[in-house]
C-alpha cells in the first residue's frame, strides 16, 4: 500500500478527531526511555499511562509474548488454556479466596463490577425493587463506556452524552459522613478508587478505606475498589488497598496488568463470585493465551525483580526530593500520591512546564486540575530518578523566572 508519509498529516486527515494533538511520534521505547521519528531520547515518566510497568520492552515480556504468539494466540472461552488457569490462580493468590472473570480493558472492568452490584442489588433486596444505587467518589474516574462515564462525575466526560445510567450519588472522598448520608435501602454498592489517578491523584486516607469497609459491611454493600491505575504494584504493594489491611468484595483491574498488552480482569471474592451464572457475562478477548501469557509475565518478574520492594525503597528518597522542589518554588503546591504514582499539583495551569519538560526529555501526563503526572515505570534506574528530579528543577526555574517577569 500506498501511505501518506506525513504522519501528523495522516492523523489529521484519518484519525479521529477525540484526543488533544500528539506533539511527537514515538518509535521506540526500552527500559524508562522511548525515542521519536527525530532520533531525540525521552525519559518517559507517562508509561503508556501507568501501563507499562516493567518499562519498555521488557525481555521477559517480549520473551513471553514472542513464544505465546507462536503457539496460541486467541480460541475463545469455549476453551480452557493453561495460561488462564494459571492468571486466574494467581490473581487470586494476591487478592484472596475468590474468582477472576477476565476483559480487556478497565472500562470493561468497571462495567463488571457494575453489573455484580446489579445481581447483588436483586439479591440482597428484601422487595420487589432491586438495589441499584452504587456510591461513588467526587473526582473520581472509572473509564469511558456508559457504565464507567455514570460512574465517573466529571461534566467534562459526560458532557454530550446524556442520558446517562442512573443512580450514581456522589459522595467526598476522604469524608466518611458523606457517603454514610447516601446509603439507603436501595444502594448496591460504593465504588472507590483508593488514588485516583485520572483525577488528579487524591490518596484516600487508610482510616477512610476502613471505615468505608465497616460501612459496606454494616449495611451488606458491596465494596468495589477500582484498582486499574492504581494497581499491579505501582504504589508498592500490588494493589494499593492493602495498606489499609482491608478486603474488598470485588476489585477492577488493567492498565499495568498486561505490562501494555491489552487485557483487564476482575476479581471477585468467594462470598459473591457465585452471583454470576453461565451465560450472564462474558467477552470473546477476554483472558486469551497471549494477553495472559503477557500478564504471567509481568507478574513473574514484578517477583523476580523484587519490584514491590523496589518502588517503596526508590519512591521514598524520590519523593523527599519532589518534596524539596515544592518548597523551593512557589509554582509547585502540593506533591500528591504514593510510590510511583505521583501527582504534582501546580498554582496554575502546568501546559507550559510539561512542555518544557518534553523540550528538555521528560514525559510527563495531564490530571484533573492543574496536576502534572509522573508514573515512571517499576524497574526505572535510580540515576533516571535523579535525572527527573533536575530535569524538574531547571524547568520549574525556568518557568518561574518567566512568571515572574511576566509579573513585573
Ligand atoms: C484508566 C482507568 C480506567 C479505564 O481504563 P481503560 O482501559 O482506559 O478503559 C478505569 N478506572 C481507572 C481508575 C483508570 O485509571
Known amino acids: 500500500m500506498n501511505f501518506n508519509k506525513n504522519i501528523e498529516e495522516q492523523y489529521n486527515t484519518y484519525r479521529l478527531n477525540n484526543y488533544g494533538p500528539a506533539t511527537i511520534t514515538l518509535t521506540k521505547g526500552e527500559g524508562e526511555f522511548v525515542w521519536d521519528d527525530a532520533g531525540n531520547k525521552y525519559l518517559d515518566f507517562t508509561t503508556g499511562i501507568a501501563t507499562t510497568g516493567l518499562g519498555h520492552c521488557h525481555p ?3 520473551k513471553a509474548i514472542r513464544e505465546q504468539a507462536g503457539k496460541l494466540i486467541h480460541a475463545s472461552n469455549l476453551y480452557r488454556f493453561k495460561e488462564q488457569g494459571d492468571l486466574a490462580e494467581a490473581l487470586v493468590s494476591k487478592a484472596g479466596p475468590g474468582k477472576v472473570f477476565f476483559c480487556n480493558s478497565g472500562a470493561e472492568s468497571s462495567e463488571t463490577l457494575i453489573k455484580l452490584s446489579r445481581l ?3 439479591h440482597k433486596s428484601k422487595t420487589n ?10 473526582n473520581a474516574f472509572h473509564g469511558r463506556t456508559f457504565g464507567g462515564m455514570s460512574a465517573t462525575p466529571q461534566e467534562k466526560i459526560q458532557d454530550g452524552f446524556y442520558p446517562l445510567l442512573p443512580s450514581f450519588p456522589v459522595a467526598r472522598l476522604n ?13 448496591a454498592a460504593i465504588l472507590i478508587e483508593p488514588i485516583q489517578g485520572e483525577g488528579g491523584i487524591h490518596v484516600a486516607s487508610t482510616e477512610f478505606l476502613r471505615g468505608l469497609r465497616a460501612l459496606c459491611t454494616e449495611y451488606n454493600i458491596l465494596l468495589l475498589i477500582d484498582e486499574v491505575q492504581s494497581g ?9 488497598h492493602e ?15 498486561g505490562g501494555g498488552f491489552p487485557i483487564g480482569a476482575v476479581w471477585i471474592s468467594e462470598t459473591f463470585a457465585g452471583l454470576f451464572k453461565p451465560g450472564s457475562h462474558g467477552s470473546t478477548f477476554g483472558g486469551n493465551p497471549l494477553a495472559c501469557a503477557a500478564a504471567l509475565a ?8 523484587d519490584l514491590l520492594q523496589r518502588v517503596t525503597q526508590l519512591s521514598e528518597s524520590w519523593i523527599k526530593d519532589l518534596i524539596s522542589l515544592k518548597n523551593k ?8 500520591g504514593r510510590g510511583f504514582l505521583i501527582g504534582l499539583d501546580f498554582e496554575e495551569d502546568p501546559a507550559p512546564v510539561q512542555t518544557e519538560l518534553q523540550n528538555k526529555g521528560l514525559l510527563t501526563v495531564r490530571a484533573n486540575g492543574n496536576v502534572l503526572r509522573l508514573l515512571p515505570p517499576l524497574t526505572v534506574s535510580e540515576s533516571s530518578l535523579q535525572e527527573s528530579i533536575n530535569l524538574l528543577d531547571a524547568t520549574l526555574a525556568l518557568t518561574s523566572q518567566k512568571v515572574s517577569t511576566h509579573q513585573r
Do not use: C
Not at 495498606?243 to 496488568?257: E, H, R, S, T, V
Not at 509481568?298 to 525483580?305: F, P, Q, R, S, Y
Open 175 to 187: 469524608d466518611i459522613n458523606s457517603f454514610a448520608d447516601q446509603i439507603d435501602e436501595e444502594t
Open 60 to 62: 521477559a515480556l517480549v
Open 329 to 336: 518554588y512557589d509554582a509547585l503546591n502540593e506533591v500528591r
Open 120 to 122: 447483588h442489588g436483586i
Open 243 to 257: 495498606i489499609a489491611g482491608i478486603q474488598a468484595d470485588a476489585i477492577g483491574m488493567a492498565k499495568g496488568l
Open 298 to 305: 509481568v507478574l513473574e518478574t514484578i517477583e523476580k525483580e
Open 232 to 240: 499491579t504494584g505501582r504504589t508498592g504493594q500490588f494493589f494499593a
Open 129 to 138: 425493587t432491586p438495589a441499584t444505587k452504587i456510591v461513588v467518589s467526587n
